[in-house]
Structures are given as structure tokens and as C-alpha cells.
């Protein structure tokens, strides 16, 4: 290129420079862009060799492409220059405009740096402008943005990103570029950092138009994917609508939450959970929370039926700042809950008989009582059974009339600080439910406290819960003489003809061998003793097992549960008076014999 003295140049010098400008936007990917500017280098600005080193992303340079020698080539392609080091090489020799000449009289200091290089030796410049093999020539490339080589502006590349640097050995001419060379690989650089760039975000789009595309594809696969998983999974799952009028709504059900329920999807859209959930369980519901809430509770059925379910939530959005829905997974749990209640009742219950056991009758009868005694509480007595509602009672015990112990019996208030309906309103102590009496007197006392009838020989009229023990009299020797299969065939038939004997509110419990507890609420004294004697004839009757007829007798003694005493006196009060009563009994046969 420099043949011809300056600035007279070859039109085909211009041309050939023009068509390797031009083939740089030609390249299709960044790195046909990179061989593309190597070989431009090489094609039109007459170099033997050219390479072009690319900054990485962590601000070293590798060699990315080389033209001119294979050799070469193989043998530095994709090494690795420190940063470091390439701002050293551009800070030294000589400026032209934007490229960097470092002569082989200063570059022998860069023989053992990091840079990747190859050179020939050769002999001294034999005049002044002469190339030596040693002789270094680099063309940064910037990214277009601030700073200039006019005079009076910014120093070049400053502000600019730097994308890599072209360095060219050789010239075919063998002498040093003049100012029509340097000003042609100068504009050179310029355009190739304009290509690199545009190669870069051409590549970055298409990489970006890629992904894009994938993550479309993985949306699609992923709803298609959740559709299936919803519509075809074994366990019921539904997507209500969060917040707004219609919080809660279904939208919509899958075929296993339809078929549980036994309605269709398209009237489960009219309905919420808390339209389907039982009474007792709307509180279990109001305080399940949106996000990873569970709950057990009833779902009703469509026959009028509940069924026990196990709902878990869970908050779904169809984009990041789309609407929210509520997920919610329904399992059907009513063989579970049918096997925890058999395992409960086996719990609390006589294997034998099937009557509450020890435990069951002491959880029963501690749920009445309290610490304190009723009078204590201001509670001197119930006159008659106004405590109970009962509506009045006329004495003794009439079992065929309205299945109870006196007309106010079934009426008798829920005792204990639970709620019937077995949930507590979330509501409750939000709204200040749980309220001082402004006398001072402390909590609100909602317990309903137990008092015992006179003892006396005149009946005050007090209602009370009775506690008849009964122990049998003569059921030693039957299983003694007949064996334990008898004894076990008479338990159970005196269990049975004490649950017939007693109304359906009252407990029968078994406390172990061949003694049994009743506990009955609302009688008075003669109506306890109408009792024990309905139930002691009950019992006597002949109890035939295995063809053959055999008697047990049976004690009674009546004690009364009263707040201020614990579950063990009671019990040992009438255990007491059940001896008392058997050794009476005893005294009499034995003065009649």
C-alpha cells in the first residue's frame, strides 16, 4: 500500500480496502466476524500476519482469530494476555492517532510476559523506517461512545468500552506504515469494533430470541403439564378466586373433587368452601391460612352426607404481577378418620363389653368438676331442678317416661368451658368475648358447678350427678366353677342390661373385674335410689350361657360428685357405700336365715 508516494494511492488500493470493510457485515455469527477482520487485515492493508485478540468477559484478552500463518495460528489461537498486561503494551512506544507502535528497541522488556506472541528472528533495520521482525503494531477497538482523536477533544478511547485489539507484523512494503497506512488501519479498527459489536448483539438477540422461545415452550409445557396433573389427579383440587367480592369462589374443580362430592363442575362454581364446609367446621376453615394452610374438616355432599377431607393451600399467580388464585389440594381422609375413631373408642373403651373403660369414666366425670366448691362459687344449693331447667320432678325413677329421669334433664346445660359445637370463633378474642365483670370479680365463670342432694331423711329437691358403683355379688364362683369363657358371657350381659336400664345421656362404665359405674345428671336422692334398685333387678334374672342358667347379684352404693372434690373421692365415696351397702345386705340374710 505505500508503493506510491503520498497521498497519491492506487484506486485499486481503495477498493480493496473498501470490499474488506464491507465483507465485515457480511459474517452471519461473532466469531465468522472475528476471522472476517483478520483476514481483512491481511487481504487489504497488505500484512503478512494479522490477530485479533478479544476481551472476555473477565477482562482479559484471548486470541479469538489469526490470519497469515497456520503455523502461527495453531499454535496461539484461544491463549490467554492478562489485562494487565495489554494496558501495559498499549501505554508504551509510540502514539499514532489510536494505534500503539512499540519499536523491537523497547519491546525486548515483553518477551516474558503473559501475552501470547510469535516472531521471527532477523537481522537489523539496514535504514530508518525498515520493519523488524521484533517490531510491534496494535489497533485498539473501541465501542463507539465518547471521546475523539480531533484535536482539542477527548484523549482517544477515552469513556469507551474496550472490545479487543488487532496486531499486524509484517508489512509487505517491509517498511514502517506512513500516515495514509496508519490512518487506514485506524479506520479499519474503528469499523471492525462497529461489526464486532453488532455481531455481538445479533448474537445476543438470537440467544435471547432462543431462550425466549424456550421458556415459551416450557410455559406451554408446564400449563399443559399442570392441566393434566389437575384434571387427571386421584385426589380432588380446586382454584378459587383471592380477594374482591368473590373471594373464595370456585372456578374451578377437577373430576376427582366433583366425584367426591357428587355434583358436577359446573354447580361447584356456585359455591365456596365455606358453603360446603359443616357448621362445626367453619371456624377450622376461616382460620386456615391462604399460604401452606391446612385443615381437616366436613365437606358436604351433595346427598346431604359429609365426608372428612384434608384440604392443604397453597397461592398461584398466572404471571409475576398477575392475579392471585388459591390452590387448593383435597384429599378424602374418611377411612382415616374411621380408623382414628376406632382406635380412640379401643382406647377409652372395655375390649369385653364395649363400655367406657376407667380412663374414659375419669376423663367423664373430672369434665364436671372443678377446684372449687359451689359454695364457694355462691352457689349454695339448686332448689329443685331450676338450675337444670328441669321444670320440676315429682320423685322416683320412671324410665318409659320421655327416656329421663325427670322432664329437665335433657335440657341440662352444656358443662365446661368448650363449645358445643367443637370450634372456637376466630372471632372471639378479637372482639373482646373473654370480658371482666366490671365488679371485679374476676373472669366471666361460665362452668356450670356440680352440688350433691341432701343426705338427709328429707329430700331438699337438689338435682346432682349421681355415681352409683356396683359391684357383683357371686360372680367370683361362677368363674371359679364354670371357667373364664362364663364369667366373660355374664359380664356381658350384665353390661347390656345396665345400658338398657339407664336413659341414652347417662354413662355406663366398666372399672374393672366385675365392677361396673353408672353416672347419671339431674336426680335426686330417691331418684339415685329408684335407680339402684331398677338396675339390681335388672340384673338378678337368670343369665343363661352355654345352656346353662346361672344368677350373680349385685351392690350398689350411691355417692354424689360435688365441685371441690376430686375424680378418686368421689369415686371412693361410693365405693364405700357400695361395701356398706353390701355388708347391711349381708346382715340381713344372714338374720332371716
Not at 348 to 369: C, I, Q, V
Not at 425 to 444: C, K, L, Q
Not at 534 to 562: K, T, Y
Amino acid at each position: 500500500m505505500e508503493t506510491e508516494s503520498e497521498p497519491y494511492v492506487r484506486l485499486s488500493t481503495l477498493r480493496q480496502l473498501h470490499q474488506v470493510v464491507a465483507d465485515l457485515n457480511t459474517a452471519r455469527s461473532l466469531a465468522d466476524t472475528l476471522q472476517t477482520v483478520a483476514d481483512g487485515v491481511v487481504a487489504g492493508l497488505n500484512y503478512e500476519l494479522a490477530c485479533v485478540n478479544l476481551v472476555r468477559p473477565d477482562g482479559d484478552l484471548v486470541v479469538a482469530a489469526f490470519a497469515g500463518s497456520s503455523a502461527a495460528e495453531a499454535l496461539i489461537t484461544g491463549r490467554v494476555g492478562s489485562r494487565a498486561s495489554w494496558d501495559r503494551r498499549l501505554s508504551m512506544g509510540s502514539a499514532w492517532g489510536e494505534l500503539r507502535f512499540i519499536p523491537h528497541t523497547e519491546g525486548w522488556v515483553l518477551m516474558e510476559d503473559d501475552v501470547p506472541q510469535w516472531h521471527t528472528d532477523g537481522p537489523a533495520p539496514r535504514f530508518e523506517d525498515e520493519w523488524h521482525p521484533h517490531d510491534r503494531l496494535y489497533a485498539p477497538m473501541y465501542s463507539p461512545r465518547l471521546g475523539s482523536a480531533r484535536p482539542g477533544g477527548p484523549p482517544p478511547g477515552s469513556g469507551r468500552e474496550l472490545l479487543g485489539v488487532i496486531s499486524v507484523d509484517r508489512p509487505r512494503n517491509g517498511r514502517h506504515p506512513g500516515p495514509w497506512g496508519q490512518e487506514a488501519l485506524q479506520m479499519y479498527a474503528s469499523q471492525s469494533a462497529i461489526a464486532i459489536s453488532n455481531a455481538r448483539l445479533r448474537s445476543n438477540m438470537q440467544r435471547a430470541l432462543v431462550r425466549l422461545e424456550r421458556e415459551q415452550q416450557a410455559l406451554r409445557a408446564s400449563e399443559e403439564s399442570f392441566r393434566q396433573a389437575f384434571e387427571y389427579a386421584p385426589s380432588g383440587m380446586a382454584i378459587a378466586e383471592m380477594g374482591g367480592d368473590q373471594h373464595g369462589r370456585l372456578l374451578r374443580t377437577n373430576d376427582a373433587l366433583c366425584r367426591l362430592l357428587g355434583r358436577p363442575a359446573s354447580v361447584m362454581r356456585r359455591y365456596s368452601f365455606a358453603d360446603l364446609v359443616h357448621p362445626e367446621d367453619i371456624g377450622t376453615l376461616l382460620r386456615t391460612s391462604a399460604e401452606g394452610g391446612r385443615a381437616e374438616l366436613r365437606l358436604g355432599r351433595r346427598d346431604g352426607t359429609y365426608v372428612w377431607v384434608s384440604l392443604r393451600n397453597s397461592v398461584v399467580a398466572d404471571t409475576a404481577d398477575g392475579p392471585r388464585f388459591l390452590l387448593t389440594h383435597v384429599e378424602d381422609i374418611e377411612e382415616r378418620k374411621r380408623h382414628e375413631l376406632q382406635l380412640a373408642h379401643r382406647a377409652s373403651h372395655d375390649a369385653l363389653t364395649g363400655l367406657p373403660n376407667s380412663a374414659e369414666l375419669r376423663s367423664r366425670l373430672s369434665a364436671r368438676l372443678c377446684e372449687r366448691p359451689a359454695q364457694a362459687a355462691g352457689y349454695a344449693g339448686y332448689e329443685g331442678g331450676a338450675a337444670y331447667e328441669s321444670g320440676g320432678h315429682d320423685g322416683g325413677y320412671d324410665s318409659a317416661r320421655d327416656g329421663g329421669y325427670g322432664q329437665g334433664h335433657d335440657a341440662a346445660p352444656h358443662v365446661g368451658t368448650g363449645h358445643e359445637s367443637g370450634y372456637e370463633s376466630p372471632y372471639e378474642h378479637e372482639h373482646g368475648f373473654g370480658f371482666e365483670p366490671a365488679n371485679g370479680a374476676g373472669p366471666y365463670d361460665h362452668h356450670i358447678h356440680t352440688v350433691a342432694p341432701s343426705t338427709g331423711d328429707v329430700d331438699d329437691g337438689t338435682k346432682g350427678l349421681a355415681v352409683l358403683f356396683c359391684d357383683l355379688d357371686g360372680f367370683k364362683s361362677i368363674n371359679d366353677r364354670f371357667g373364664h369363657h362364663t364369667g366373660d358371657a355374664v359380664l356381658i350381659e350384665v353390661a347390656r342390661r345396665l345400658t338398657t336400664g339407664v336413659r341414652d345421656g347417662d354413662t355406663v362404665a366398666r372399672l374393672g373385674g366385675d365392677e361396673f359405674v353408672v353416672l347419671a345428671d339431674g336426680l335426686g336422692a330417691a331418684d339415685a335410689a329408684d335407680l339402684a334398685v331398677r338396675l339390681r333387678n335388672a340384673i338378678i334374672p337368670p343369665i343363661r350361657v352355654d345352656g346353662r342358667a346361672v344368677r350373680v347379684g349385685a351392690s350398689f352404693g350411691i355417692g354424689w360428685a360435688e365441685c371441690g372434690m376430686t375424680v378418686e373421692e368421689v369415686l371412693n365415696s361410693a365405693d364405700q357405700r357400695m361395701y356398706i351397702e353390701k355388708r347391711s345386705r349381708a346382715k340381713v340374710q344372714r338374720r332371716a336365715g
